[in-house]
């Protein structure tokens, strides 16, 4: 079997760990030869791969392991790139998310006004790894995380239209685990069948059945009714504010009961409500209870490896975040044909919707890469709701292309977050300042 040579993009990600233990759980259908790091911070990444290093000359000494901030050391001779940058880092994911809360509106990591901030500052950053790898392995596969996932896709679309890149997101997958739990499928989300559409972070899914076509959404939507996402309330492996939204789906769901809702759309159909309880902690956004938990973990797990010498008894953890990754990569390989929700350029997938927008729906995935699978006619509801958001991201990702101000002042004034054009342009003023350092200039 093929061997393959990963490079993973963002080293120094919380997420990497995870990634890496991953690709060793699945190594005998999914051969590996060759890992390795890249991240433009030398200093964070260094603490999260002298960790891997040990942990990797212990469980797969075979596998060459390097890591680097040179560009042409990371992407030559590689297959794939696993990405998950976060350009500005948590630090500017914080004012991202305070900054709008200023002027009474919710700030958050990829919706809204946060959600705009940050793309704006992804799109260079993506790019700049898809032309290293288009120059040091063009025939490379670049799979990517980076969010915000949906104006990053648009951005690629737009401005590299023949790369070899697949923007996806992990949300679906969690919520699928989640509805497996609620009907104690043997094989979790697997032994589901989905048809889902909808743009990254911002999608439904019609119908899911189980292998020998079973309609399993009556069972899922009499819990979600009641219960919303929220398999178990003590779980103290989920975070309040995760278990929270978890909750929330029941009055997401309540709006279109055709349909069981992604979570990400509380944004958008409650609004008020997000703002007012984010406001109870102003100071306190989801930035900073990342930094105090996932961050300091897997960074604290990772000096316990250096300092013992040793990773036999780890603190690191894989999830379905890194099995998506994975399994994509694998479904690639391995030519497998799987079913994954991707997304991609709509081209009539979606018939009634803008044959431009990147939207995200289930794809057969092999070694050519995707197909797409035709959804057909959505119903009003949503249709309307994603013509303003797409419209949102495409005038972001113009806003990027000609540092345009009037373009990101629209981009704010459009999404259904944000109350008025005022409003928009207050929160605009004081994005630009902050982010000086990483937006084109504006004029
Ligand atoms: P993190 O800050 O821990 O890691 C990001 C890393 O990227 C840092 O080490 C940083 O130095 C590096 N980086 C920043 N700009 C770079 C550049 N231009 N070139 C190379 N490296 C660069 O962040 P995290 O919380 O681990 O998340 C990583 C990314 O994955 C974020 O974009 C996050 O939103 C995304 N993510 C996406 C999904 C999804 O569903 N698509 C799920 C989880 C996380
Ligand atoms: C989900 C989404 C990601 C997002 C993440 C935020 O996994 O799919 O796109 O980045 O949640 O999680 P965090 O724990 O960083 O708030
Ligand atoms: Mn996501």
């Known amino acids: 079997m093929k061997k393959s040579s990963i490079v993973i993009a963002g080293g120094g990600s919380t997420f990497t760990p995870g990634i890496v233990l991953m690709l060793l759980k699945h190594s005998d259908r999914f051969p590996i030869r060759q890992i390795k790091f890249y991240d433009n911070d030398a200093e964070r990444q260094k603490k999260i791969a002298e960790a891997c290093k040990i942990l990797l000359a212990e469980r797969a000494p075979e596998i060459a392991f ?98 070899r890149i697949i923007n996806i997101c992990d949300m679906p997958v969690g919520i699928e685990e989640r509805m497996a739990e609620i009907l104690k499928l043997p094989n979790g989300r697997k032994d589901m069948e989905v048809r889902y559409y909808g743009l990254n972070h911002f999608g439904w899914w019609c119908d899911i059945r189980d292998k020998q076509g079973h309609d399993l959404m009556p069972q899922i939507k009499a819990h979600v009714k009641e219960h919303g996402y929220v398999v178990n309330p003590n779980d103290k492996n989920v975070e309040a504010s995760w278990q929270d939204t978890f909750a929330k789906a029941k009055d997401v769901y309540a709006v279109d009961p055709d349909t069981l809702p992604n979570t990400y759309l509380k944004y958008y159909l409650y609004p008020d409500y997000v703002f007012q309880h984010d406001n109870e902690h102003p100071d306190h956004t989801r930035a900073n209870e990342v930094m105090e938990h996932r961050e300091k973990h897997v960074f604290a797990a990772a000096k316990d490896i250096v300092d013992k010498g040793t990773a036999k008894d780890c603190a690191f953890e894989a999830d379905d975040h890194a099995s998506y990754i994975v399994d994509l990569a694998e479904a690639i390989t391995t030519n497998q044909k799987a079913r994954m929700l991707l997304i991609v350029e709509n081209n009539g997938a979606i018939a009634n919707f803008d044959p431009t927008a990147m939207v995200e729906i289930p794809c057969i995935v092999g070694a050519n890469g995707y197909e797409k699978i035709s959804i057909g006619k959505i119903p009003q509801f949503q249709k309307g709701l994603m013509e303003q958001q797409v419209s949102v991201e495409k005038l972001v990702v113009d806003a990027w292309i000609n540092g345009s101000y009037q373009k990101l002042w629209q981009a704010l004034t459009l999404s259904k977050t944000v109350p008025s054009a005022s409003v928009a342009k207050a929160i605009l003023d004081d994005l630009i300042e902050a982010n000086k350092a990483y937006w084109p200039e504006l004029h």
């Not at 990371?74 to 998310?97: L, N, P, S």
């Not at 490379?140 to 949906?150: G, H, Q, R, V």
Request: negative net charge; proline residues 6%; hydrophobic residues 35%.
């Open 66 to 163: 390097s890591y680097t901030t040179d560009p042409e050391e990371a992407f030559t001779d590689v297959d794939f790139v696993m990405a998950h940058i976060r350009v500005g880092k948590y630090a500017m994911r914080e004012k991202d998310e305070k900054i709008p809360m200023r002027h009474g509106v919710f700030g958050q990591e990829t919706c809204g006004p946060g959600g705009i901030a940050y793309g704006m500052r992804s799109i260079g950053g993506v790019l700049e790894i898809l032309d290293y790898m288009e120059k040091y392995s063009p025939k490379a596969w670049m799979l990517n995380y980076s969010n915000p996932a949906a104006i990053v896709a648009e951005a690629t679309r737009r401005l590299r239209p023949d790369s």
